[in-house]
């Protein structure tokens, strides 16, 4: 190597470093310094309301009491409740979108194609605690769904009650993100070669066996990533039980996230959520894992 060529080689590597430089600051001022403090303050019991009893050293002491909390196991039943039914049908609403208006060589146009795109995006771009604000009014008892039942002679629904809680807060989320499916998967069947689909059609292929064979096989990486990011942000559910319900009646419609809001800043445990918040960290982790495995094995298998 010549001394130009390594002059420029360090000039580039230089130039590379000032660039990221910004970014690489960024996460380890917002992210890796919290998470540093939260590791710490896991392994202590600290009452923000009574700090002048000071910090107590318990070790893990707090992650066993999360393990042993009957309450802790509640939330996580409410949150996985949430999470796989509230996936399952953002992905099976977002197809069925995307497949709708991903309808190039059919010989039905859709005329409203663009304004109807634009008015489905819209949930995505608003903030969560104005979603639930908005479907709080909604569901209300003298709300809109009520006033809809009662003109059609039918009763009115408490619909924050232990059972059709849940099912009001996984309405909200799936009304807020299926855009987000939506969107990706449509990216992705605009990217299935035109010649394919033709020539599928010319051989007398339903439009069944196209799905089935063609664009979910084809698609299959950017299902699996629509789980794994949908899968991590609804595990974190937090704005639409709080607003919604608040975690009543009781704790049945309590999510993890509110669990720890509740510990952290009504009971002022900040240890005892310090450590529920990492054993929610790891959670996450252990599942990104494993659909990270299944994205590589479904590559393998090809």
Do not use: C
């Amino acid at each position: 190597m010549s001394a130009r060529t390594a002059s420029k080689a360090g000039s580039d590597g230089w130039f590379i470093t000032a660039l990221l430089a910004p970014a690489a600051i960024t996460i380890f001022l917002v992210v890796l310094v919290p998470l540093g403090y939260a590791l710490r303050d896991s392994l202590y019991r600290i009452n923000i309301s009574m700090l002048y009893q000071g910090e107590k050293f318990l070790g893990l002491g707090n992650y066993v009491q999360a393990l042993k909390d009957p309450d802790f196991y509640n939330s996580l039943v409410v949150t996985t409740v949430i999470t796989v039914l509230g996936v399952a049908v953002e992905l099976v609403l977002g197809l069925m979108l995307a497949l709708l208006l991903n309808r190039p060589l059919e010989s039905v146009h859709f005329r409203g194609k663009r304004v109807f795109r634009t008015l489905v995006i819209l949930p995505v771009i608003l903030p969560p605690v104005v979603v639930g604000l908005m479907w709080r009014f909604i569901f209300q008892y003298s709300g809109v769904i009520n006033f809809l039942l009662i003109s059609m002679g039918l009763h009115s629904v408490d619909w924050t009650t232990q059972y059709t809680g849940v099912i009001t807060i996984i309405t909200t989320v799936v009304w807020q993100n299926v855009p987000f499916s939506f969107l990706l998967i449509l990216a992705g069947l605009q990217s299935v070669p035109p010649d394919l689909i033709e020539s599928s059609m010319v051989d007398g292929a339903s439009g069944r066996q196209r799905l089935f064979h063609i664009y979910l096989p084809l698609i299959k990486p950017i299902i699996f990533l629509i789980l794994t990011i949908r899968t991590m942000d609804a595990f974190r559910t937090f704005d639409e039980a709080f607003i919604l319900t608040g975690g009543g009646p009781g704790r049945s419609t309590e999510t993890v996230s509110l669990f720890i809001y509740r510990n952290s800043f009504s009971f002022f445990d900040v240890g005892y959520g310090s450590a529920l918040s990492i054993l929610l960290l790891l959670l996450l982790m252990v599942i990104t894992v494993f659909y990270m495995r299944l994205i590589y094995a479904g590559r393998g298998a090809k």
